[in-house]
């Protein structure tokens, strides 16, 4: 079977929001509103939510605050993954991830193929674990959100899904650290 499972039991996740940018204020956040809103319409809860400039220290400060928070199951960003001087959300990514998800962008790069063809290819969409925590870097564009989670995300953060899912993995994450 691939898909839901309804006689499964849905476990909901605390996933902290973060969108990465100069320029976007609350106001004007349309791809960290449209992922908020995807994350509560599948059941999950908004543990936090915030605007960090495209800075590498800061996108790594905020990563390490969420990653050590118990309360915050996965951190999903938007923005900063292109290839310009400014983007450095994968860069930052790099600094905290334990283990890459390699699957991860490369899924997300052929579901957006898809849509925009080769500029596909400009997208360092990136995700991984840290310490337990699931991370995952999406581009900026509220188009680009809505395909990361409503194409990967909203599947793999479902514990329904079948024949597998990320949150069946959560107990085992932190086999590695010492007890």
């Not at 905290?96 to 998800?101: E, P």
């Not at 188009?143 to 899912?165: E, F, M, T, Y």
């Not at 107990?171 to 010492?178: F, G, V």
Request: proline fraction near 4%.
């Amino acid at each position: 079977m691939i898909g839901i499972d309804e006689t499964a039991r849905f476990l909901p996740l605390n996933i902290a929001v973060a969108t990465i940018s100069d320029t976007r204020v609350a106001g004007n956040d349309t791809s960290g509103d449209a992922l908020a809103a995807r994350i509560v319409q599948a059941g999950h809860h908004v543990a936090a939510r915030r605007i960090i400039r495209d800075d590498m220290l800061e996108i790594t400060a905020q990563l390490r605050v969420w990653i050590a928070d118990p309360e915050v199951d996965v951190v999903i960003t938007s923005g900063g993954t292109g290839v310009t001087g400014r983007d450095v959300t994968p860069e930052a990514f790099g600094r905290v991830l334990d283990k890459v998800i390699e699957g991860f962008g490369e899924l997300f790069r052929m579901l957006s193929y898809q849509k925009i063809g080769t500029s596909t290819m400009q997208s360092r969409a990136v995700g991984g674990v840290a310490a337990g925590t699931y991370l995952f870097a999406l581009p900026g564009s509220t188009g680009a959100v809505k395909d990361g989670w409503d194409g990967i995300l909203r599947d793999q953060l479902d514990s329904r899904h079948r024949p597998c899912n990320l949150v069946e993995l959560m107990p085992r994450l932190q086999e590695h650290l010492p007890k």
